[in-house]
């Protein structure tokens, strides 16, 4: 009886505690199981998700990149970079109170739900650096809440949403790099709030919405690479380098460097410009078109000529089209074009043609993709011949390494290990082991790669002695020339008890030799594209016996996959090296580059590692005491601080457009007689 009465008991208090507390029955549970929906359509072979489960609890720091409000309600998503490659789930909109969802940089496919639109708290939405396609639902346009709207480097068609432009508190649009078609909505005009619209390589046409030109908030306009025309507004004059319009071959305008001024008719007036939206209406009734009485009255002649000549329009139409296609695609999308080198996007090539590193992913070779070479014939002989001069095999690697022993290893990162190794010819080198579930699943793309890597020549840039990929190890090896006086940060924050300090002069030197080897990535020659470091900082600037400074890891990101890069950016942003314009692109280019050199060039003028707003305002005031490194006891040039100060700073300038090329800076050090 007593056991009965305890048991009874005990369920009184168990129903009365789930009567007081719904949210245990019907909130976490309900949002456990969209949870665990999610998990199964965003991550179908359960690769990366393990810590999402049944029996677990959302909003206890358990689930992977998911956060709850204070009411235990998930509010938050995020889960960018993490080689997810399955779908978005319709069901997401069963986490009513989600106001931040991120989920860049994966690999997801498929269409954005149209149910997407009923998370009417969702603030942010980044689904940017994905492989998604279909059109962008109109239905987005009923979040009223929504401020930034990330969907740039996917696979989207169909035309803009007029809908767009009913979001009043939508503060950034990205929809660069896909391949929307139709015109601007002139409805985005409407957006009080917006500061920064990126429509930019896609297949627009039609003209630039003179509604955008007043948007008082707006500081970026970027719609270059696309097929737009007519006259632009004047007022978009005020955006200044923010405003990027270039390859619309039939844009003009007054007042604007690259466009034409405007053909005007017989009175002087412009041209009338294409219609600013795609929803253009015929003149027409409910039953018929109006006609005016002459075309009523056309001849069967005049209706043979009007067949020819539409024909001829339709074949000079589809021509014109097929070479804008061509042309876009060797223009590249680079929002930074310094002159008339082909552009680079290295961000979407990494992003957009990489596989995910899935631990079952094998090679159609049993990953040797050197054997690709082998086995086929290859058009470029000179590539052969390289791939055949860089070879080595894994017996002359591991010989190298002691069998990678432990005694040799010189570091390990997020995607590879490195070590100490002595050739048979008694040359000492650096072996990076990079295992393949690192490397890039495509062959052709990780050979080119390959190829990128071994085809580049610099004194500035660690020195490629050969590369071997293992089968047997499931690993790819790169062997480097040794560089013995490690990287540049272990020059930095030095005290005076700690042993060795730069000079001056060398650290004059050091700037110069770094800003060549980056000014030479940059440069596009014939068996050389363009190349974009995207990780520059003071431990990827080695520094040699003779104190000459060597750039490594330069090319290596075309050989990884897209969750290892990102990683790296993050690690790359924690330091203070990742272009703000980052943050909103997503991408690199030439201009990120520079920013990163910018601050190392802080670096070295300070010493110190962690660049700070005081050394940034002291070095704007040339108070040089507060910015040169106090190890140099004032054994410096005014005039060369100077200079390396106003360098350093407009390398940094907010606007990827104030900064300087490389190849500018290269200049800029060589006016002086001492920075030589």
Same mark, same amino acid.
């Given at each position: 009886?007593?056991?009965?009465?305890?048991?009874?008991?005990?369920?009184?208090?168990?129903?009365?505690?789930?009567?007081?507390?719904?949210?245990?029955?019907?909130?976490?549970?309900?949002?456990?199981?969209?949870?665990?929906?999610?998990?199964?359509?965003?991550?179908?072979?359960?690769?990366?998700?393990?810590?999402?489960?049944?029996?677990?609890?959302?909003?206890?720091?358990?689930?992977?990149?998911?956060?709850?409000?204070?009411?235990?309600?998930?509010?938050?998503?995020?889960?960018?970079?993490?080689?997810?490659?399955?779908?978005?789930?319709?069901?997401?909109?069963?986490?009513?109170?989600?106001?931040?969802?991120?989920?860049?940089?994966?690999?997801?496919?498929?269409?954005?739900?149209?149910?997407?639109?009923?998370?009417?708290?969702?603030?942010?939405?980044?689904?940017?650096?994905?492989?998604?396609?279909?059109?962008?639902?109109?239905?987005?346009?009923?979040?009223?809440? +929504?401020? &930034?709207?990330? =969907?740039?480097? @996917?696979? $989207? *068609?169909?035309?803009? /949403? !007029?809908?767009? #432009?009913? %979001?009043?508190? +939508?503060? &950034?649009?990205? =929809?660069?790099? @896909?391949? $929307? *078609?139709?015109?601007? /909505? !002139?409805?985005? #005009?409407? %957006?009080?709030? +917006?500061?920064?619209?990126? =429509?930019?390589? @896609?297949? $627009?046409?039609?003209?630039? /919405?003179?509604?955008?030109?007043?948007?008082?908030? +707006?500081?970026?306009?970027?719609?270059?690479? @696309?097929? $737009?025309?007519?006259?632009? /507004?004047?007022?978009?004059?005020?955006?200044?380098?923010?405003?990027?319009?270039?390859?619309?071959?039939?844009?003009?305008?007054?007042?604007?460097?690259?466009?034409?001024?405007?053909?005007?008719?017989?009175?002087?007036?412009?041209?009338?410009?294409?219609?600013?939206?795609?929803?253009?209406?015929?003149?027409?009734?409910?039953?018929?078109?109006?006609?005016?009485?002459?075309?009523?009255?056309?001849?069967?002649?005049?209706?043979?000529?009007?067949?020819?000549?539409?024909?001829?329009?339709?074949?000079?139409?589809?021509?014109?089209?097929?070479?804008?296609?061509?042309?876009?695609?060797?223009?590249?999308?680079?929002?930074?074009?310094?002159?008339?080198?082909?552009?680079?996007?290295?961000?979407?090539?990494?992003?957009?043609?990489?596989?995910?590193?899935?631990?079952?992913?094998?090679?159609?070779?049993?990953?040797?993709?050197?054997?690709?070479?082998?086995?086929?014939?290859?058009?470029?002989?000179?590539?052969?011949?390289?791939?055949?001069?860089?070879?080595?095999?894994?017996?002359?690697?591991?010989?190298?390494?002691?069998?990678?022993?432990?005694?040799?290893?010189?570091?390990?990162?997020?995607?590879?290990?490195?070590?100490?190794?002595?050739?048979?010819?008694?040359?000492?080198?650096?072996?990076?082991?990079?295992?393949?579930?690192?490397?890039?699943?495509?062959?052709?793309?990780?050979?080119?790669?390959?190829?990128?890597?071994?085809?580049?020549?610099?004194?500035?840039?660690?020195?490629?002695?050969?590369?071997?990929?293992?089968?047997?190890?499931?690993?790819?090896?790169?062997?480097?020339?040794?560089?013995?006086?490690?990287?540049?940060?272990?020059?930095?924050?030095?005290?005076?008890?700690?042993?060795?300090?730069?000079?001056?002069?060398?650290?004059?030197?050091?700037?110069?030799?770094?800003?060549?080897?980056?000014?030479?990535?940059?440069?596009?020659?014939?068996?050389?594209?363009?190349?974009?470091?995207?990780?520059?900082?003071?431990?990827?600037?080695?520094?040699?016996?003779?104190?000459?400074?060597?750039?490594?890891?330069?090319?290596?990101?075309?050989?990884?996959?897209?969750?290892?890069?990102?990683?790296?950016?993050?690690?790359?942003?924690?330091?203070?090296?990742?272009?703000?314009?980052?943050?909103?692109?997503?991408?690199?280019?030439?201009?990120?580059?520079?920013?990163?050199?910018?601050?190392?060039?802080?670096?070295?003028?300070?010493?110190?590692?962690?660049?700070?707003?005081?050394?940034?305002?002291?070095?704007?005031?040339?108070?040089?005491?507060?910015?040169?490194?106090?190890?140099?006891?004032?054994?410096?040039?005014?005039?060369?601080?100077?200079?390396?100060?106003?360098?350093?700073?407009?390398?940094?300038?907010?606007?990827?457009?104030?900064?300087?090329?490389?190849?500018?800076?290269?200049?800029?050090?060589?006016?002086?007689?001492?920075?030589?």
């Amino acid at each position: 009886m007593g056991f009965s009465l305890l048991h009874l008991l005990l369920l009184f208090f168990h129903m009365l505690f789930f009567l007081l507390n719904p949210k245990c029955v019907f909130g976490i549970n309900e949002e456990l199981k969209t949870l665990m929906e999610i998990k199964a359509s965003l991550d179908p072979n359960n690769h990366f998700l393990h810590s999402w489960t049944i029996n677990g609890n959302p909003c206890d720091g358990s689930f992977e990149g998911v956060a709850c409000n204070k009411e235990g309600q998930v509010a938050n998503i995020s889960l960018q970079g993490k080689g997810l490659s399955g779908k978005l789930s319709p069901t997401i909109v069963a986490l009513k109170h989600l106001t931040g969802l991120y989920l860049h940089y994966n690999s997801l496919n498929g269409e954005i739900p149209r149910e997407i639109s009923n998370l009417t708290q969702l603030g942010e939405l980044y689904l940017n650096v994905n492989h998604l396609s279909g059109e962008i639902p109109p239905e987005i346009g009923s979040m009223e809440s +929504l401020q &930034v709207l990330q =969907l740039c480097y @996917n696979q $989207l *068609t169909g035309s803009i /949403p !007029a809908q767009l #432009g009913a %979001l009043k508190k +939508l503060s &950034v649009v990205a =929809l660069q790099s @896909n391949q $929307l *078609t139709g015109a601007i /909505p !002139a409805s985005l #005009g409407d %957006l009080g709030m +917006l500061v920064r619209l990126d =429509l930019s390589s @896609n297949n $627009l046409f039609g003209s630039i /919405p003179t509604g955008l030109a007043s948007v008082s908030s +707006l500081k970026v306009l970027d719609v270059h690479n @696309n097929s $737009l025309s007519g006259n632009v /507004p004047p007022a978009l004059k005020r955006l200044n380098d923010g405003f990027l319009y270039k390859h619309n071959l039939g844009l003009c305008g007054v007042g604007f460097p690259f466009l034409k001024t405007c053909n005007t008719s017989k009175d002087g007036a412009p041209t009338r410009n294409i219609p600013e939206t795609a929803n253009v209406k015929l003149p027409c009734n409910e039953t018929q078109c109006f006609h005016s009485s002459k075309s009523n009255q056309a001849t069967p002649i005049t209706l043979g000529v009007s067949v020819v000549i539409i024909a001829v329009l339709a074949i000079v139409i589809l021509t014109f089209t097929l070479y804008m296609r061509r042309r876009k695609q060797k223009l590249g999308n680079s929002t930074h074009i310094l002159d008339s080198r082909p552009s680079t996007d290295e961000a979407k090539v990494i992003y957009r043609k990489s596989g995910s590193p899935l631990a079952s992913l094998e090679y159609t070779t049993g990953w040797d993709p050197l054997a690709y070479y082998r086995n086929f014939n290859v058009e470029n002989q000179e590539a052969q011949d390289r791939f055949h001069n860089f070879r080595f095999n894994l017996e002359e690697v591991e010989s190298a390494t002691q069998h990678f022993s432990d005694s040799n290893l010189l570091g390990k990162s997020n995607f590879c290990a490195t070590y100490k190794g002595v050739l048979r010819d008694g040359s000492v080198v650096a072996v990076k082991s990079i295992s393949k579930t690192s490397c890039k699943s495509d062959e052709v793309e990780f050979l080119k790669g390959l190829n990128i890597l071994a085809s580049m020549r610099n004194n500035n840039l660690v020195r490629l002695r050969g590369f071997c990929c293992s089968r047997e190890r499931g690993e790819c090896f790169l062997i480097y020339d040794f560089v013995p006086n490690g990287n540049l940060s272990r020059f930095l924050d030095k005290t005076e008890n700690d042993g060795e300090v730069l000079e001056w002069s060398t650290r004059v030197s050091i700037v110069k030799g770094i800003a060549k080897g980056m000014a030479y990535l940059h440069s596009y020659k014939p068996n050389k594209p363009v190349i974009v470091h995207q990780n520059i900082s003071a431990e990827k600037i080695l520094i040699d016996q003779r104190y000459n400074p060597l750039l490594d890891d330069s090319g290596l990101y075309k050989l990884l996959t897209n969750d290892i890069v990102f990683s790296a950016l993050k690690g790359s942003a924690a330091k203070g090296y990742l272009a703000p314009e980052y943050i909103t692109t997503g991408r690199f280019a030439e201009a990120s580059d520079v920013y990163a050199f910018g601050v190392v060039l802080f670096q070295i003028l300070s010493g110190k590692k962690v660049i700070t707003n005081s050394i940034r305002h002291a070095a704007e005031s040339l108070k040089f005491k507060e910015f040169i490194d106090q190890n140099v006891d004032g054994r410096f040039f005014e005039y060369e601080a100077a200079k390396l100060a106003k360098i350093a700073l407009l390398c940094t300038h907010e606007s990827p457009f104030e900064r300087p090329s490389m190849e500018a800076i290269v200049k800029e050090l060589g006016n002086c007689s001492s920075c030589l």
